[in-house]
């Protein structure tokens, strides 16, 4: 989440750039990359509650009902995440 809140999804310029600097060795490099996620990495959930908070900011009128407990919870981290608030949930355990 932390990646797509700092705009690290790998997209096709990145791919394009990737494959100019590694060659043959692209398809590995891109297996290993850890600046950029590839949007295939990212859960169907993720997306889903990404969506939901895009509706949310624009407004969209969500009723009390129309989510789930769990995904008003989640919506909810997810806004937090990507406002870039940090807490606990943020920290490494050890």
Known sequence: MQLLAAG???????RGRCT???GAFA???CQVCE?????EAVSPWTWHLVFLHQLQRAGYPFK????????WLL?????RLL????GHYAQKQC
Do not use: I, M
């Open 8 to 14: 690290r999804l790998c997209g096709p310029e990145q």
């Open 83 to 86: 406002a870039g608030e940090r």
């Open 75 to 79: 919506v909810g981290l997810v806004q």
């Open 64 to 71: 009390a009902n129309d989510l789930t407990l769990e995904e």
């Open 35 to 39: 600046e950029y996620l590839r949007p």
């Open 27 to 29: 398809h590995w490099a």
């Open 20 to 22: 100019a600097e590694n």
